[in-house]
């Protein structure tokens, strides 16, 4: 059985494919997962690998999506990339990590932002 949890995170995903998707990205794959963790989100902006963190709030009471991108997740997802560059045997050199936050209230429309190049 999937989670409240879980189903909230498959929503963000899909806002997100779907936002990228109209901005010419490529999805490359979705919740790539290994003993290290997960990266929500690989895709292709052009000649550039993206790996993609997606962060969905349902209401602003306790801070922004943006805020959930804290030092430990972070440090986490560089352990996942780097294990996914060995796992798939790829020395791409062209990559980045973008950050899309989505807001999302059911009486409105989400608001999505997409932060690229972000700092890990």
Avoid at 38 to 52: A, C, G, K, P, S
Avoid at 56 to 84: A, C, H, M, Q, W
Wanted: proline letters at 2%; aromatic letters at 12%.
């Amino acid at each position: 059985m999937i989670s409240d949890r879980r189903k909230i995170g498959n929503f963000g995903e899909q806002l997100a494919c779907d936002f990228l998707k109209k901005k010419k990205y490529k999805i490359i794959e979705r919740n790539f997962q290994n003993k290290f963790g997960e990266i929500d989100l690989i895709t292709r902006d052009r000649n550039q690998l993206v790996f993609v963190e997606v962060k969905l709030k349902e209401n602003k009471d306790f801070g922004l999506p943006e805020e959930e991108f804290t030092f430990y997740k972070k440090k986490k997802l560089k352990r996942v990339i780097n294990s996914y560059f060995i796992e798939k045997k790829n020395k791409e050199e062209n990559w980045r990590v973008d950050l899309i936050a989505i807001e999302f209230d059911k009486n409105t429309e989400p608001l999505i932002r997409h932060h690229q190049s972000v700092e890990i």
